[in-house]
């Protein structure tokens, strides 16, 4: 075999070896790209048919430099993508774009077709770019990016456009005549200015609401308002001087004073359904008290709402804070509690008063000489007793069958146990004489009348 044989044959093989690994760039099926090596096989296509997935092996930076269209473009937690770029991409039908913390640029310049994009989670985002006057109509959703401008969306759009949570988002121009379709631009903290000059009619569901920089906002051409229109916030000016019919719904409410656009829709005698507020506060759901069961049975308890005898409402989307406040709901509680608790202390007080006083000696003090002495009744005796040699005259109680006081002539005090024994007292107890003994208190006038209760 001669050179040119030899040749030959390795053309050959290299051919076939090249074909088998090749990418079928009509094929309709989906295509990952993994490694540089894969940027590069793609970008021998021209048109590719199918779907291609950058997954988070793929290059930090990728760039499509023949391609001109594709079906579709996703790269979903790519952690180490940090760009994407394309000068002869034309034409894709979906891009999505999710969690790439770390994805700063992404610019397509030739880009005119596009029908869907999703652009979400990208805390890194800067640069972001497409070609001019994109078509058709098309969908776009951008949520909780880093994103300043979003002056890329000037076409016409078929379903949606959400812009939502973009930190530091500042200005949205929406340059379109009519929304038909479903227009929501919500809870970007940054957002100051959004341009509504172009806009002659709402068709669709046009939503602006928790942008609590915007102040003022001006429908300049608004004419006509056939589906829903809805504007809540901070708004210190709002106008809408070309408006003349609603045929739908209209809401406008701001915690500022709008008092002026209030009374010129009013002037205007709309026929279609339309509220406006000034000082409006947004409406907070009622917490209630939490308490985890002791057993697999939960314990239900009361809101506030129910304890006060007040109709249930739904939940709101605006709560507060969940923090740790005491809520309406707890406070009834306690104070119930603390009268209940209350009542047992005084009914107890009480119980053990009444006792006390029932189960109280009245002590039998001597009167002064010559004056009568008061005894209970119950039980009384009167007897005549010889003591150490001395004829006393004694009177004799038995109180609840524990006590016996005895009163003699000399006017003498003292205690008599039930065994007999003598011992001097100096005064007697507030609660009386001890169950197992008794008082002999002797009174000084000799002949002292004793007289009943």
């Not at 001669?2 to 099926?29: E, I, S």
């Not at 008092?259 to 709309?270: F, G, I, R, W």
């Amino acid at each position: 075999m001669g050179l040119a044989g030899m040749v030959t044959g390795w053309l050959v093989v290299q051919v076939l070896v090249w074909g088998v690994g090749a990418l079928d760039c009509k094929k309709d099926a989906s295509f990952t790209i993994a490694s540089a090596d894969d940027v590069a096989a793609l970008n021998k296509c021209a048109f590719f048919n199918g779907s291609v997935t950058i997954s988070a092996d793929a290059p930090q930076n990728i760039e499509f430099s023949t391609i001109r269209s594709m079906r579709s473009l996703e790269a979903i937690s790519a952690d180490t993508l940090r760009s994407i770029s394309s000068d002869s991409l034309e034409s894709i039908d979906d891009i999505t774009f999710t969690a790439l913390p770390n994805l700063a640029s992404f610019n397509f310049s030739s880009l005119r077709v596009l029908e869907t994009i999703r652009l979400e989670s990208l805390p890194s985002i800067k640069d972001f770019g497409f070609g001019q006057g994109l078509g058709p109509r098309i969908e776009a959703s951008v949520v909780n990016t880093s994103l300043k401008s979003v002056d890329w969306l000037k076409w016409p759009v078929s379903t949606t456009v959400n812009i939502t949570s973009n930190e530091k988002l500042e200005a949205v121009s929406l340059p379109w005549e009519t929304i038909d379709s479903a227009v929501t631009i919500s809870d970007n903290a940054a957002l100051k200015h959004v341009n509504v000059f172009a806009v002659e009619t709402v068709a669709g569901n046009f939503t602006l609401e928790k942008n609590n920089k915007i102040e003022e906002l001006v429908f300049k051409s608004l004419k006509t308002v056939e589906g829903k229109l809805q504007i809540s916030g901070v708004l210190k000016n709002i106008s809408m001087p070309a408006l003349d019919h609603v045929y739908g719904e209209l809401s406008v409410q701001s915690t500022k004073d709008i008092q002026d656009l209030c009374s010129d829709l009013e002037a205007k005698n709309l026929k279609g359904k339309f509220e406006c507020k000034s000082y409006f506060e947004e409406p907070t759901t009622p917490k209630t008290a939490s308490i985890p069961p002791k057993s697999s049975a939960s314990v239900p308890v009361p809101s506030s709402d129910e304890l006060l005898g007040k109709p249930e409402h739904g939940d709101d989307d605006h709560d507060e804070d969940d923090g740790g406040d005491i809520t309406v709901g707890a406070k009834v509680g306690i104070a119930l509690s603390a009268v209940v608790l209350a009542v047992f202390v005084f009914v107890g007080i009480s119980y053990i008063i009444r006792a006390r006083v029932r189960g109280k000696v009245m002590e039998i003090v001597p009167s002064v000489p010559g004056t009568p002495m008061v005894v209970p009744k119950p039980d009384r005796k009167v007897s005549v007793r010889r003591v150490q040699g001395r004829t006393i005259k004694v009177v004799q109680i038995n109180l609840n069958g524990r006590e016996m006081r005895e009163v003699s002539e000399t006017g003498e005090r003292s205690e008599l146990g039930r065994e007999g024994s003598m011992r001097s007292v100096s005064s007697l107890g507030s609660n009386g004489i001890a169950g197992s003994e008794a008082r002999l208190v002797k009174d000084k006038a000799p002949t002292s009348p004793v007289s009943p209760v």
